[in-house]
């Protein structure tokens, strides 16, 4: 069994930065592509950044520039530095592994909420 931990969300005022992590452990020979979504109330679940195990990152547009992911492969963590924070941030954060050749895996979640 697989376990995705998140953690790092909070309140936060607008133009702040926080930082999630999502931690991976249990039975895993290999984690592939990591990723970080969020939905917000009433809308769908997007994706809002990924970064394969060689190290490719991809974002959606509207964080592009604010947010950065990047993964320590020797601890199973991956991170989602977000700066510049606007109120349209505000959501809940998801981190999801492809592990072990095919399995995908999710977190909880992780509240962030963007004061104006």
């Known amino acids: 069994q697989v376990q995705l931990v998140e953690s790092g969300g909070g309140l936060v005022q607008a133009g702040g930065s926080l930082r999630l992590s999502c931690a991976a452990s249990g039975s895993i020979f290999r984690i592939g592509t990591m990723g970080w979504y969020r939905q917000a109330p009433g809308n769908q679940r997007e994706l809002v950044a990924s970064?394969?195990?060689?190290?490719?990152?991809n974002y959606v547009d509207s964080v592009k520039g604010r947010f950065t992911v990047s993964r320590d492969n020797a601890k199973n963590t991956v991170y989602l530095q977000m700066n510049t924070l606007k109120p349209e941030d505000t959501a809940v954060y998801y981190c999801n592994a492809n592990v072990n050749y095919g399995i995908l895996y999710w977190g909880k979640g992780t509240l962030v909420t963007v004061s104006s």
């Open positions: 970064i394969t195990s060689g190290g490719s990152t």
